[in-house]
């Protein structure tokens, strides 16, 4: 009897083929479609350029505005503006040539010392002004707008000499 209980019809093995099979081929589609779009991102046109310079260009002026901008009116940092713009960063890398991987990799130095740079003056020194602008309470209208009208012409004038 026990003879009889081991062994298994043709179409138990049959299936048990077409299940192993299956399993083998949705691990097979799931990891041949993941890994690429994890390790080598594609879509984005400035990887099928000749040059990553426009990129790189763009991508540290937004760094400086964003980092700037944080500094001369507080805010609490934006963790997904950081991680979109490492994304895009890393995404003109393919099209680097051998002379601009060294802009790149400045860069990127750049990004995250002003990463931590803004992360400390959140930390440390945006207390102390919240605090100042507490003493001295509300800023009067004529002033915002002397302010703002200051802040545009810096804006201007590191546009013009970056």
Known sequence: ???????????????????????????????????????SPVGDPSAEADTCAPALRTLRAELLERVGGTIAKPRKQDDAWFTDWDRRLYRARP?????????????????????????????????????????????PQHAQASSARAAHRARATAKENP
């Not at 019809?9 to 083998?24: E, N, Q, R, T």
């Not at 040539?97 to 400390?120: M, V």
């Not at 959140?122 to 002004?129: G, V």
């Open 95 to 139: 099209s680097c040539t051998e002379g601009e991987r060294a802009a790149f990799t400045e860069l990127n130095r750049l990004r995250y010392g002003l990463g931590a740079l803004s992360e400390r003056f959140e930390r440390e020194e945006l207390p102390h002004l919240e605090r100042l602008d507490e003493l001295l309470g509300p800023e």
């Open 1 to 39: 009897m026990s003879a009889q209980k081991s062994r298994h019809s043709a179409g138990w093995y049959a299936g048990a083929l077409v299940f192993w099979l299956l399993c083998a081929w949705l691990i097979t589609v799931g990891l041949s479609s993941i890994i690429p779009q994890i390790f």
